[in-house]
């Protein structure tokens, strides 16, 4: 990412994460974020099972439900999945700028970085 001198506003492209926006970045984010809700989305199966009284393993015949829970549960997971992904960017971005933010700035001295940044989409 880029990061600007907020005294000086000098720039420097620093850290691991991409100085343009960029898509397989984000596509590989979501996928360690659907990776991380799978179990959880098992687990939860499992209790709803175990709190219905049936086994996790039998599927459970739920009628003209489904038209209900379906849809649903759909709307829940992608939302799940856009939420983990924006979290996970921002918990990236913040570990590198706190690791980037105790520098000092070549031309003033000071520590004082803006957060990081990116220009365009690396087109």
């Given at each position: 990412?880029l990061?600007?001198?907020?005294?000086?506003?000098?720039e420097?492209?620093r850290?691991?994460?991409p100085?343009?926006?960029?898509?397989?970045?984000l596509f590989?984010?979501?996928?360690?974020?659907?990776g991380?809700?799978?179990?959880?989305?098992?687990?939860?199966?499992?209790?709803?099972?175990?709190?219905?009284?049936?086994?996790?393993?039998?599927?459970?015949d739920?009628?003209?439900?489904?038209?209900?829970?379906?849809?649903?549960?759909?709307?829940?997971?992608?939302?799940?999945?856009?939420?983990?992904?924006?979290?996970?960017?921002?918990?990236?971005?913040?570990?590198?700028?706190?690791?980037?933010?105790?520098?000092?700035?070549?031309?003033?001295?000071r520590?004082?970085w803006?957060?990081?940044?990116?220009?365009?989409?690396?087109?």
């Amino acid at each position: 990412m880029l990061y600007r001198c907020r005294n000086c506003t000098h720039e420097e492209a620093r850290g691991v994460l991409p100085t343009a926006s960029c898509g397989m970045l984000l596509f590989a984010q979501m996928g360690l974020v659907i990776g991380m809700l799978i179990p959880a989305i098992r687990y939860l199966r499992t209790l709803a099972g175990e709190s219905l009284g049936t086994n996790a393993s039998v599927a459970v015949d739920m009628g003209w439900w489904v038209l209900l829970v379906v849809p649903l549960s759909a709307v829940v997971v992608i939302a799940a999945t856009i939420f983990g992904t924006l979290a996970l960017n921002t918990l990236l971005e913040l570990l590198e700028w706190v690791a980037y933010s105790f520098r000092r700035c070549p031309k003033c001295g000071r520590r004082c970085w803006a957060w990081g940044f990116t220009r365009g989409f690396g087109l």
